[in-house]
């Protein structure tokens, strides 16, 4: 038989390492309220410049989020191979917290932000978004989702399932959005070259 005053000092020695360890899960960052300042990551604009929901990135140890103009920019930076794989957290700015879409300005609306893949999306609808382009429309509520449908057109989708395509461009896509796109790719080679 084992002696207990050992068994208590190994078990009270497991427990003060346990405590000790880093936690492997980080805390998500909550969203944050744009600023008048807060500029769109890829397109260098202000945010509160265009109507239509947002989209906000926080990356692991970066205090401040990338905020993007619009939802689809958000989610083309997570599926894009050369920006920052340390995601901690999306969010996207849901329309129907109101109880008329807020196609205006819901990222002025604290209760309009929420994490991109607890949200269900429009996609090929009608309605562009705040560039001019195709967007993908957040909602909380699926039958809120349903209802935008019977006006503007389009199909519900999760976030997994936006398709790339979707997101980085297709043939449909209206003139503001290439120049967005030209505006994309001169950030991304003045943004890897200051970070070297």
């Known amino acids: 038989m084992k002696n207990p005053a050992a068994q208590f000092l190994l078990i009270s020695l497991l427990l003060i390492l346990t405590a000790c360890q880093p936690s492997n899960k980080e805390e998500v960052p909550k969203p944050k309220m744009p600023t008048a300042e807060a500029i769109g990551y ?35 930076y997570t599926k894009l191979p050369e920006e920052s794989k340390t995601v901690a957290a999306l969010y996207v700015t849901a329309i129907d917290t109101t109880p008329t879409f807020n196609l205006g300005h819901p990222e002025n609306l604290q209760n309009s932000w929420v994490a991109a893949d607890w949200a269900v999306y429009v996609i090929d609808s009608r309605l562009r978004g705040g560039m001019g382009a195709m967007e993908a429309f957040p909602f909380r509520d699926p039958s809120m989702a349903n209802q935008f449908i019977e ?3 389009g199909r519900i989708v999760e976030l997994a399932d936006i398709p790339e395509e979707y997101v980085l461009g297709n043939s449909e896509t209206l003139q503001a959005e290439m120049e967005t796109q030209e505006r994309i790719n001169e950030k991304k080679h003045g943004h890897n070259s200051t970070q070297e």
């Open 151 to 153: 006006i503007y057109g």
């Open 42 to 76: 890829f397109c260098n604009m202000l945010i509160n410049e265009h109507e239509g929901p947002k989209s906000q990135i926080h990356l692991t140890g970066n205090g401040e989020p990338l905020w993007f103009t619009t939802v689809r920019d958000g989610v083309a």
